[in-house]
């Protein structure tokens, strides 16, 4: 009955299993919500994370992985690769106003300033799921060909200024070495799809995000005479024109999209006064590596140049934030028939690029990997006005969370079994 590759045997099974877990996973999501915390600092949730695994029996729990991180491993009955499958357990500086019983009270400090903390972005949501998944999978483990390795990771939204965190640390410090793992899976929770849909997308799916800062030094006068000194206002002013012409002129945009945005133009105390100085802060956003390093090296020349021919000096400061979030060809086309086959045909579908960023990229770049969103808005409401991701107002439909369960079981299972022998 049961072939090896029949990828239809799991799903009874992952099915009665996804139907009685789902009220804890809810009841976790809520206590989650209830109890956010910010990156690093997600000593709580990672704490309750462990103590499930734990009691799950596991047969390994890593505690204070890349600070807050937990990585659990479960190795199957039988024979078989490694797969991971990750959630992210931060949340965001942002004060509630969502109307539920479980609604967010918490306040807390972040880089010096007071702010309120809330699962704006649904990693409340991811936790639980992921903590229901390693639930139904310790069930079935004596049928599972291979090992399925849980990464909850801290601090995808940023850990503190000054500090390390995330992805990037979190395999720094071994989350796909040991057991080394051989394909990885993550989804992300999004208000831009209603409850039951899942979009997904081959290759580049979300951007990298890099922060830039320029310092354009001029030299200070009286307003009233300009010609005694060199004014860095007009020659920000050029550079910020400049830099526009990097997406429309000097990018290949048939191959990919791109954006250049500059959010911070500072300089001056006074209207009669020139200042020395102004800085400049700004937004880089790509889908293809190659693209990314050409518009950094816009960005410098474009300033220099811009600053030199008005006699002003510039620096330029590019911070690389997260890498583009790649889904493996292969790997994404492999994964349809299993969301398919859960999600309903007719419930996925490709979406459009996102220009927001993710640190699931650099698992990508280390083992192939997939991501793919799961809508969360409720049926009857129109998701083009629903409050977005990061919202103070973003609202999870928990019927999706099953859903989740579901899925990240049931490409788990799928893959390994269709790559063990
Ligand atoms: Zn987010
Ligand atoms: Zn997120």
Redesign the pocket.
């Known amino acids: 009955m049961n072939a090896p590759d029949n990828p239809f045997r799991f799903d009874a099974a992952v099915a009665a299993a996804a139907d009685r877990v789902e009220a804890k996973v809810v009841a976790w999501r809520r206590d989650f919500h209830a109890h956010p915390e910010l990156g690093n600092r997600e000593v709580r949730t990672s704490g309750i994370v462990a103590a499930h695994l734990r009691a799950l029996g596991l047969d390994e729990v890593r505690e204070k992985v890349a600070v807050t991180g937990v990585v659990g491993v479960l190795r199957g009955g039988k024979p078989g690769p490694v797969v991971a499958l990750r959630a992210d357990m931060d949340a ?1 500086p942002v004060k509630e106003e969502v109307d539920v019983p479980f609604a967010s009270q918490v306040t807390t400090q972040w880089n010096d300033q007071e702010c309120g903390v809330m699962h ?2 649904g ?1 409340d949501a991811h936790t639980a799921m992921l903590m229901g998944v390693a639930e139904v999978l310790a069930g079935m483990r004596a049928e599972i060909p291979g090992t399925v390795v849980f990464v909850f990771q801290p601090a ?2 940023m850990p503190p200024i000054g500090e390390e965190g995330g992805a990037k640390l979190m395999i720094a410090e071994g989350c796909l070495a040991n057991p080394k793992v051989d394909a990885i899976f993550g989804l992300h929770i999004t208000s831009i799809h209603t409850t039951g849909k899942i979009g997904y997308r081959s290759g580049p799916l979300m951007a990298s995000a890099d922060q830039f800062r320029v310092f354009i030094r001029g030299s200070q006068t009286h307003g009233a005479m300009p010609w005694r000194g060199v004014d860095p206002i007009v020659v920000g002013s050029q550079v910020v024109m400049g830099l526009q012409t990097i997406v429309s002129r000097q990018v290949n945009i048939a191959k990919e999209p791109s954006v250049v945005t500059v959010g911070v133009f500072q300089g001056g105390v006074r209207n009669n006064i020139i200042p020395d100085e102004v800085k400049l802060e700004g937004t880089i956003r790509t889908f293809d590596e190659g693209q990314r390093s050409e518009i950094h090296a816009h960005v410098k020349r474009i300033t220099e140049m811009i600053a030199a021919s008005g006699g002003a000096k510039a620096h330029v400061h590019i911070h690389l934030g997260y890498p583009v979030t790649v889904n493996h060809p292969g790997l994404t086309e492999w994964s349809l028939p299993t969301l398919s086959r859960i999600a309903g045909e007719g419930n996925v579908g490709v979406v459009d690029k996102v220009c ?1 960023a993710e640190d699931f990229s650099y698992y990508q770049q280390a083992v192939p990997g997939f991501f793919y969103f799961m809508g969360c808005t409720p049926p009857d409401k129109d998701p083009q006005t629903a409050a977005p ?2 919202s103070p107002r973003f609202y999870v439909d928990e019927n999706c969370l099953k859903l989740g369960v579901k899925t990240l079981s049931g490409l788990s299972l799928d893959w390994l079994a269709a790559n063990s022998r």
């Open positions: 965001l704006a972005c990693h995808e939204e927001g991701n990061h």
